[in-house]
Structure formats: structure tokens, C-alpha cells
């Protein structure tokens, strides 16, 4: 079975242009998770989705970032514009929560703003 | 979701178990003990979790004290390949699971 794809692995831009990640989560799980982790910090919660709603996004930047989870599968997290202060490991997680179950993480998306 | 402590950084010899302590003396009843680790460059892995009685899978153990206040994550044999930072995270699930909220963990060094 495929784990939780992130896509890009890699991305650098300019700062004040637009940016977007990518998460395919496993297949049958309701919950996602994006988190942010800054260089030798633990990761941070952004938004949790439950199926398609987002059930906890208190900690989402909402002047510059934005996030969907389109018929509750896939998932995109945007930053308009990107600051330098950016510059991060984007996470993905998703998990089958009918029970107190682990939450599985893809590789992440690192983004660098020059 | 309750707080968790943990040491920044323990060594240990390959071959020989790792001992990773936890500290959780706030945690609720129904929060659950959870223990992730993160190899360089990559995404948080699952180890294992537990709720109140001690668990064991193919990576690792978890040993929970009977008052619930700390944990420990215990490596039966440690490789170069167990390098890496361990999460020990406490996590409620009343119906519907929490999030996962990661501290700064704790930074095992495996050596030769």
C-alpha cells in the first residue's frame, strides 16, 4: 500500500510569489494533517481536516495561506505571497480515525524563499 | 493534550538497548501515549503507542508506569539505523482522535 505522497520534495522561489503543496493521502483516511517544522523545532499543526471540513485551522496564517481538501481525498496547502520567514519542511499526515490510531507522515516538502 | 518532557539527547552503544524516558504528569485519562522518531530528511515515523498497559511491536517497547506520569521507550537493540529524534507525545481520543502535538523530542545517537 502507498504511503501519504507529498509533492513537490523540493521547491525555491522568490518571496511575494505564490507557491502550492500537494498531499495524496492513504487511501480510506478520513483525517489530514499539514504541519510546518522549522529547522530543528518539532512539527507544528497548520489544519486538520476531517473528510472534507476543516476542523482545526487556529493555527493557519490566513492573510497569505490557504488550504482544501476537495471531496475529502486530496489535499493542497497555498502560500500567497511567500516571505523568507517561510522557509520550511511542509508535512502531510493522514490517519483512519474510528480509534485511536497512528497517524502516517509523508516525506515532507521543503521550501526554500530566497 | 497534556505536555510531555524529554531529555534533548542520549547516547547509545549499537547492540545495546536504548532507554528513552518520557515524563507526563498531567496526562488525562483518556489521552494516550504515542511515540514517533525522525530520521534525517524524512517524515515522522510511527513506533508505537499505548494507553495504560505496557506494549510491544517488531520496533520497539513501551513500558508506562502504573500511576501513567512517564513512559519509557525502550529499543531492545540498537542500530546506527535507530539514530534519530524520538517524539514521545501524549494524545486524547474521545470519539474522534486529537492532533499530534510534538515538543522538541529527544535526539538518540547511535555509535559504533
Known amino acids: 500500500e502507498a504511503g501519504v505522497v507529498q509533492s513537490p520534495r523540493y521547491k525555491i522561489i522568490e518571496k511575494k510569489q505564490p507557491v502550492a503543496f500537494w498531499c495524496n493521502p492513504i487511501?480510506?483516511?478520513?483525517?489530514l494533517y499539514w504541519y510546518l517544522q522549522n529547522l530543528g523545532q518539532g512539527p507544528e499543526l497548520l489544519i486538520r481536516y476531517e473528510n472534507e471540513e476543516a476542523v482545526d485551522d487556529s493555527q493557519l496564517p490566513k492573510d497569505r495561506f490557504s488550504a482544501e481538501r476537495l471531496k475529502g481525498v486530496d489535499s493542497t496547502l497555498k502560500i500567497q505571497p511567500a516571505e523568507l520567514g517561510d522557509s520550511a519542511v511542509y508535512l502531510c499526515a493522514s490517519s483512519f480515525d474510528r480509534g485511536p490510531t497512528e497517524a502516517f507522515f509523508g516525506q515532507g516538502t521543503r521550501l526554500t524563499v530566497v | 493534550d497534556a505536555k510531555t518532557t524529554q531529555p534533548p539527547s542520549m547516547d547509545c552503544a549499537e547492540g545495546r538497548a536504548a532507554n528513552l524516558p518520557c515524563n507526563h504528569s498531567t496526562i488525562s485519562g483518556n489521552e494516550y501515549v504515542y511515540w514517533y522518531r525522525q530520521i534525517h530528511s524524512q517524515g515522522p515515523q510511527y513506533i508505537i503507542h499505548g494507553l495504560k498497559n505496557n506494549e510491544t511491536n517488531e520496533m520497539a517497547s513501551l513500558i508506562i508506569t502504573e500511576d501513567r506520569k512517564s513512559s519509557t521507550l525502550i529499543l531492545p537493540h540498537a542500530t546506527l539505523r535507530d539514530t534519530a529524534v524520538y517524539y514521545c507525545i501524549v494524545r486524547a481520543y474521545t470519539g474522534t482522535a486529537s492532533k499530534l502535538t510534538f515538543g522538541t523530542g529527544t535526539r538518540l545517537q547511535v555509535t559504533l
Open positions: 487511501s480510506g483516511h478520513n483525517t
